[in-house]
């Protein structure tokens, strides 16, 4: 696919077209350590050696992430739910601590007690990494009546996938959004699938799911999801919707998984989707790809140097598997501690009566 | 001390934890403009305004899980459930966010939030509106589990509770809210943990919580006048942390004890505690344990026929008398 044909160019928009060529190469380099962090992840996971439970893998969607988080200033909030990898890396967080969650080691972002979907950084204001589908739209209200009540100019992106649009909390909390102006920005990532179940059979209405905050009165738009420059557009409108009037918006943006909902469901290819439609999202509409065309085109990156940056993600992924290696598990006793604030920190709450009843 | 209703205590213990901390919010269904479903929180909205105490929709999930949310950014919601037993479509929300966020994020997230609002059978409104969900609740570690029994005690641990850097759950009692007690002038706190000696005795320990505490205590004086019987009464006031040492003290005295408890027995409070009883004391006993519990059925309406469904003083004696 050649980027000049397209409808409309969102290079030219005036989040991107201010950007400097350092900042575009932090994108693209971005959207690679995302890739390469979770395909040595993948590689990990399929020895069945050294992690345990899911691994809902994010390749394909990167653009996402990493555009709308491109975006946050200081008192802008991230909150997601279990396929939680690219946000973390997005916001910051790095691959040795994520990594080392996934071996389940005590240098793991949460000590090895969350695991896959649970990842957490809120010195860099992400708040997870949830497991219950649409469990988090309420928490990301939460964030956004946080940011008002303290009176802070800013954000809370709230990442949802197309199945969780189902849930009713979702709507509850749409209604909340819009009552209180509260300024939460919900970010469908629409990649078609929830689990092995399309969109098609899952969604009365299906051209498009950000419509439905029609009914709470909320601002809602839909977007291309493989281009990172659209996708920044898309999401600095909602930001500013949220940082100048305090209102909440849906924003959904259409994205592809190339994996299976999690590394367990061998359904995914030639089950309930075709082996080529997934070929043809590689091909066509790979965000890495077509962000690597742009910038190639712009002048901007050699394929020399394309591979270089890829390589360096690659040689950081395999270098966070060797410090997860290397990292000690949790010692047994960490099982009770991160339960109770009071308890660990010893207070006199802490130290007054029994809090654990294993004995 | 003035003599004031469990309401009113409770609405103190807001106004003055919301005077000295500037994060701490009251949100729920009816909780401002309403003055509350029960007026617990009657006048607090004209007092301080939109900011402070806030109408919610009827959307426990939406606002529960928003005031878990604000936790995390530093706020302390106070989150008013008009029943304890709407708790259920927010069941997600509090067992697996606010009680989890903690442990899954390695210690780095707090969720300093209340819950609350009451948690009572006897009302003759059905079993959906009916459920004491202490044990459902206790039963998720990180989860604090708290029930007041008197106006002394709701002021106290609710005071306590909104400090707690834990989210803490509760209970009060539609029964209670009208009942009168004496409450002190000056600040106080009672600790989350501390289980109260309501009455002490030496022939057998009495343990309840909440309104099963006072049944006890009416038990306790009847046993005295018609059967020369002397019963300690033991009010836990906390579930969850529990105050094991003086439940235990207690029993390894009278060597006998009875349990009172307006949750279902399966499970409930004082199954953990009957449990507890035989592990830890079982040399000093010289009866079964027993238990007074509600029937096992879901709450019935019938209204003359409710009272006969939880825990009674008649209950308590006969049961009582089976062992001493």
């Given at each position: 696919m050649d980027t000049a044909v397209k409808a409309k160019d969102y290079a030219s928009a005036p989040i991107n077209s201010k950007l400097s060529k350092e900042q575009k190469l932090d994108l693209l380099r971005g959207m690679l350590r995302i890739r390469r962090f979770e395909q040595e992840a993948l590689s990990e996971y399929t020895k069945g050696k050294n992690m345990g439970g899911f691994l809902h893998l994010y390749i394909g969607q990167e653009s996402v992430a990493i555009g709308a988080c491109s975006l946050m200033g200081d008192n802008d909030h991230v909150i997601t739910a279990?396929?939680?990898?690219?946000?973390?890396?997005?916001?910051?967080?790095?691959?040795?601590?994520?990594?080392?969650?996934?071996?389940?080691?005590?240098?793991?972002?949460?000590?090895?007690?969350?695991?896959?979907?649970?990842?957490?950084?809120?010195?860099?204001?992400?708040?997870?990494?949830?497991?219950?589908?649409?469990?988090?739209?309420?928490?990301?209200?939460?964030?956004?009546?946080?940011?008002?009540?303290?009176?802070?100019?800013?954000?809370?992106?709230?990442?949802?996938?197309?199945?969780?649009?189902?849930?009713?909390?979702?709507?509850?909390?749409?209604?909340?959004?819009?009552?209180?102006?509260?300024?939460?920005?919900?970010?469908?990532?629409?990649?078609?699938?929830?689990?092995?179940?399309?969109?098609?059979?899952?969604?009365?209405?299906?051209?498009?799911?950000?419509?439905?905050?029609?009914?709470?009165?909320?601002?809602?738009?839909?977007?291309?999801?493989e281009d990172i420059y659209e996708v920044r557009a898309a999401v600095q409108t909602a930001i500013e919707r949220a940082h100048n009037s305090s209102k909440p918006t849906i924003l959904e943006l259409d994205t592809y998984r190339y994996y299976g909902h999690s590394v367990a469901d061998a359904k995914h290819k030639g089950g309930y989707r075709s082996n080529d439609e997934i070929e043809i999202y590689k091909k066509d509409h790979d965000p890495i790809q077509l962000f690597k065309r742009r910038l190639i085109a712009e002048g901007l990156l050699t394929e020399e140097e394309f591979e270089k940056l890829s390589d360096d993600a690659k040689a950081e992924a395999k270098a966070s598997v060797q410090y997860a290696e290397d990292s000690p598990l949790p010692e047994d006793g960490a099982i009770f501690e991160d339960v109770y604030f009071e308890v660990d920190r010893q207070t006199e709450a802490g130290r007054t009566g029994k809090h654990f009843f294993h004995d | 001390m003035a003599l004031i209703e469990y309401r009113d205590a409770l609405n103190q213990a807001f106004a003055e934890e919301i005077e000295r901390d500037s994060n701490v919010v009251l949100m729920g269904e009816e909780v401002a403009q309403y003055d509350g479903a029960y007026k617990v929180t009657r006048g607090l909205w004209k007092q301080f305004g939109d900011k402070r105490v806030v109408d919610t929709p009827i959307s426990e999930a939406a606002f529960i899980g928003m005031g878990i949310g604000a936790s995390m950014l530093g706020l302390r919601p106070v989150i008013e459930l008009m029943f304890w037993s709407f708790c259920t479509v927010a069941y997600d929300q509090i067992v697996n966010n606010a009680a989890q966020i903690r442990y899954m994020s390695g210690g780095l997230i707090n969720c300093p939030i209340v819950i609350r609002g009451p948690a009572n059978g006897g009302t003759n409104v059905g079993a959906t509106h009916s459920h004491t969900p202490e044990n459902w609740l206790a039963n998720i570690p990180g989860l604090k589990v708290v029930s007041a029994a008197t106006p002394y005690d709701a002021k106290g641990l609710m005071k306590t509770a909104i400090r707690d850097n834990d989210p803490v759950m509760f209970m009060e009692n539609t029964l209670l809210y009208?009942?009168?007690?004496?409450?002190?002038?000056?600040?106080?706190?009672?600790?989350?943990?501390?289980?109260?000696?309501?009455?002490?005795?030496?022939?057998?320990?009495?343990?309840?919580?909440?309104?099963?505490?006072?049944?006890?205590?009416?038990?306790?004086?009847?046993?005295?006048?018609?059967?020369?019987?002397?019963?300690?009464?033991?009010?836990?006031?906390?579930?969850?942390?529990?105050?094991?040492?003086?439940?235990?003290?207690?029993?390894?005295?009278?060597?006998?004890?009875?349990?009172?408890?307006?949750?279902?027995p399966f499970c409930g409070v004082s199954a953990q505690i009957a449990a507890m009883l035989q592990e830890k004391v079982f040399d000093d006993l010289d009866a079964p344990v027993l238990r007074v519990t509600s029937l096992d059925a879901p709450a019935i309406y019938s209204p003359k026929v409710e009272p006969k469904q939880l825990p009674r003083p008649q209950d308590v004696i006969a049961k009582v008398l089976s062992v001493c």
């Open positions: 279990y396929r939680c990898h690219g946000h973390a890396l997005a916001v910051g967080m790095a691959m040795n601590e994520c990594m080392a969650e996934l071996f389940g080691k005590a240098t793991g972002c949460s000590k090895g007690k969350g695991g896959s979907m649970h990842f957490f950084a809120p010195d860099k204001n992400f708040w997870g990494g949830h497991g219950i589908v649409g469990g988090q739209t309420p928490l990301g209200l939460g964030l956004a009546y946080g940011l008002k009540y303290k009176g802070l100019k800013g954000a809370a992106l709230c990442f949802l996938g197309d199945g969780a649009v189902n849930q009713g909390c979702f709507y509850e909390s749409l209604n909340m959004a819009s009552l209180f102006e509260l300024p939460v920005v919900y970010i469908i990532e629409n990649n078609k699938y929830s689990m092995g179940t399309s969109l098609e059979r899952s969604s009365v209405v299906k051209d498009c799911l950000a419509q439905r905050g029609e009914a709470f009165l909320v601002d809602w738009a839909q977007a291309g999801g | 009208g009942e009168k007690g004496e409450v002190p002038e000056e600040e106080y706190l009672i600790p989350l943990g501390k289980a109260d000696i309501k009455k002490e005795g030496k022939d057998v320990t009495l343990i309840a919580h909440g309104r099963a505490a006072l049944t006890a205590l009416k038990a306790a004086e009847l046993l005295a006048a018609e059967h020369d019987i002397d019963a300690e009464v033991i009010d836990l006031r906390s579930i969850r942390p529990l105050d094991e040492e003086t439940i235990l003290a207690s029993v390894r005295k009278t060597h006998r004890a009875v349990l009172v408890d307006e949750n279902k």
